[in-house]
């Protein structure tokens, strides 16, 4: 059963649109929740996170929102750039008493291409 | 170069052979973990170190796979009597553990990848 779901395998974006990708979740003991961006033949790179604290977070072109009750969470773009193109995963982790990330749960990933 | 390393990059192996894959953290970083990542899916948890202590475990890793963390520094990860089934991506990633509420990301590698024939 997967826990966190990336229903769009795939998204085509224009330069200089928003792209939004989303991400659902079961599991009610997450509550962190991090968006990585990976090329391919190398590792995921982190983008951005929140915590169940907050519902927004904001760096720069990049903003995840969060909606725990629906359990649902996106990654907004804006303006999205051609270097933007990459494989987005989703991935959460429950949060243990004392600090830390434990293992990440991640979605299957949605592939975004900006179109020029 | 301060980055997670893992060495090999590419590993090509004929089935029923061991493989030993190695993971270098960055070095401020406490916890360690490894995963694997198959074609069309996201990366799936195998195993996490706080130090070199191995705190879990997932169910995908099986008694042919064994990691170890001595000191708490690099780590390596074993494979024995390689499968088909074995042939992915391992990714290696490492994080601080803070006090209180505080949480860091994962820094990930480039992954080893491993072709079992």
């Known amino acids: 059963d997967q826990q966190v779901k990336q229903n769009s395998p795939s998204l085509s974006v224009q330069e200089g649109r928003i792209s939004i990708l989303n991400c659902d979740y079961t599991?009610?003991?997450?509550?962190?929740f991090l968006w990585y961006k990976k090329y391919p033949a190398e590792g995921p790179t982190f983008l951005i996170s929140?915590?169940?604290?907050?519902d927004k977070n904001e760096d720069g072109r990049f903003t995840v929102f969060l909606n725990k009750s629906a359990k649902h969470l996106s990654l907004h773009i804006v303006p999205s750039q051609p270097g933007d193109s990459a494989v987005y995963f989703c991935?959460?982790?429950?949060?243990?008493?004392?600090?830390?990330?434990?293992?990440?749960?991640f979605g299957k990933g949605t592939h975004l291409i900006i179109q020029p | 170069d301060t980055g997670v390393s893992q060495d090999p990059r590419h590993k090509i192996t004929k089935r029923g052979q061991n493989v030993t894959f190695r993971c270098d953290p960055i070095?401020?970083?406490?916890?360690l973990y490894w995963y694997r990542q198959t074609l069309g899916q996201g990366p799936e948890f195998l195993t996490y170190?706080?130090?070199?202590?191995?705190?879990?475990k997932s169910r995908l890793l099986s008694d042919r796979f064994s990691a170890e963390r001595p000191k708490g520094s690099f780590s390596t990860l074993e494979i024995q009597r390689t499968e088909q089934g074995d042939s992915a991506m391992y990714l290696c990633?490492?994080?601080?553990?803070?006090?209180?509420?505080?949480?860091?990301?994962?820094?990930f590698g480039q992954g080893t990848r491993l072709t079992v024939v």
């Open positions: 170190f706080q130090n070199e202590a191995q705190l879990e």
């Open positions: 991935a959460a982790s429950p949060r243990r008493k004392g600090g830390g990330a434990d293992g990440l749960t």
């Open positions: 990633a490492s994080s601080r553990r803070t006090g209180g509420a505080g949480v860091t990301e994962a820094f």
């Open positions: 070095s401020e970083h406490n916890r």
């Open positions: 599991n009610s003991m997450f509550d962190y």
């Open positions: 929140i915590s169940s604290i907050k």
